[in-house]
């Protein structure tokens, strides 16, 4: 047991010090740490729907984009996170991924966390429970064939995130059976209203002032926010937030043997 926790440990400053030095430039905000996020400790989380959220400390962000991939801008979105060198999670949309794939696989290679937003976006309150289910195990699936080329309703990363955060009482159950972490948000930029860019930036840096950390709710198929984010990555280095990738509990253990074996 030790010796596994030893493991652990070690693999967890491994990740924190290969993303510190893969950074190749210097004055980049940069990805602070790694949350392995399980199901178990955290089965609901996001102070927006649920009564708890991630233990993120002072001034730690952990950045989320939904509703992509979409090729108009989430080229951009990854740019701008890749100058920074900041990693996210972004909860994909089965039916876009599955006409984008190259798109997914991008998002994947630049160490990015995938998580899940149902097939077609639909309002999961408003379809029979039957089609609750089949919406999120389909978007699920053509998620994981985008990624693996496997149509597997298991997901790899089982991080999910309701439209319009519609839960219910019934379809929580079902994700919580699963093993499936369901993300609502700490804060948010209101990015489905249209506004300028800079307006975006004012409204949410005036939030997380006031919330002080949090997990971030952005799109990336807004072009507002694709042209606001190199501006708010910037503010966020130069008022010192530090930047905090969630990842899946078991990832986490993967890359510990991983590292070992070498
Ligand atoms: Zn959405």
Redesign the pocket.
């Known amino acids: 047991m030790k010796a596994l926790l030893a493991t652990l440990v070690a693999s967890t400053a491994w990740i924190a010090a290969a993303q510190a030095t893969e950074c190749p430039r210097k004055d980049a905000l940069g990805t602070s740490r790694v949350l392995a996020v399980d199901a178990a400790t955290y089965p609901r989380v996001g102070l927006k729907s649920f009564p708890q959220t991630l233990p993120l400390g002072d001034h730690e962000v952990a950045l989320t984009f939904?509703?992509g991939p979409w090729p108009a801008t989430t080229p951009k979105v990854l740019a701008a996170l890749a100058h920074e060198c900041v990693r996210a999670t972004f909860?994909l949309?089965g039916k876009p991924a599955s006409e984008h794939p190259e798109l997914v696989r991008k998002i994947a290679a630049g160490g990015h966390t995938i998580g899940h937003?149902t097939w077609t976006?639909r309002s999961l309150k408003q379809i029979k429970p039957g089609e609750t289910e089949e919406e999120i195990d389909h978007g699920i699936s053509a998620v994981e064939m985008a990624l693996h080329g496997v149509a597997t309703t298991t997901p790899s990363t089982p991080f999910f995130?309701f439209?319009?955060f519609e839960s219910t009482p019934a379809t929580l159950d079902f994700l919580q059976k699963r093993g499936i972490v369901v993300f609502g948000t700490d804060l948010w930029a209101s990015d489905w209203n249209p506004m300028t860019p800079k307006a975006e930036l004012k409204l949410l840096t005036e939030r997380l002032k006031i919330a002080g950390r949090g997990i971030i709710l952005l799109?990336d198929p807004k072009a507002q926010t694709a042209a606001m984010l190199p501006a708010f990555l910037r503010y966020l280095h130069e008022n010192h937030y530090r930047v905090v990738q969630l990842v899946p509990a078991g990832a986490k253990a993967v890359a510990a043997g991983a590292e070992i074996a070498k």
Do not use: N, S
Request: negative net charge; proline residues 10%.
């Open positions: 939904d509703d909860f949309i937003h976006h995130r439209p319009g799109h």
